[in-house]
């Protein structure tokens, strides 16, 4: 679905989102998966998951 509804393709070929941006996006089936996919992407940028001081 979410594939359909967000054409990469179409979105760049209309200059709305630069072609770079398409790896800040992925698609998940389950909520689990997404949350890997947070880690992940904390992990590979060497961000930390919460900022603050934890209150």
Excluded: M, S
């Excluded at 630069?18 to 790896?23: F, G, N, Q, T």
């Excluded at 998966?33 to 934890?54: A, K, R, S, V």
């Amino acid at each position: 679905y979410w594939q359909k509804a967000f054409d990469f393709e179409f979105l760049i070929d209309e200059g709305v989102v630069d072609a770079e941006d398409r790896k800040l996006f992925w698609f998940a089936e389950t909520a689990e998966e997404i949350w890997e996919g947070i880690l992940c992407w904390h992990e590979d940028n060497g961000t930390p998951l919460f900022c603050g001081t934890g209150r």
